[in-house]
């Protein structure tokens, strides 16, 4: 959680698991309050792989209207924080933006020749 000060994150993202476990709810609730930003719990639809909803966790903060409002992202937008393991020395935070994810994924669907009916779990 400290690393999303570290970060300068807008808002945090947990999976429901975690903030039905009262004792690391209450922890993660207090992290986001000491760091000012908000919080969002993300649960997977049990029905379609890949598909899930977010919701503002009540009682935290709500985050800013810039964050809220803004519907699309730009290429440029980090899309995902990668947290090395630290094998090498202490760990790393790796941030990919939105237009590297999408070229990555576009080799992948290219070199592997996927169609739509295919279905791919790539671990990273």
Known sequence: VMDA???RAKLLIAHKDYLENPKQSDELKS???ELGIGLFNLTPDTEVCGRFSLRHVVGTQVPSP????RLLSS????SLLLF???TSGSKKCVPYSLSTLLVGSTCIIASWELRPSDRVCNMM
Do not use: I, L, M, P
């Open 5 to 7: 000060g570290r970060v």
């Open 31 to 33: 992290a986001v309050a």
């Open 66 to 69: 810039s964050v809220s409002r």
């Open 75 to 78: 290429g440029e937008d980090t």
């Open 84 to 86: 090395t393991s630290g």
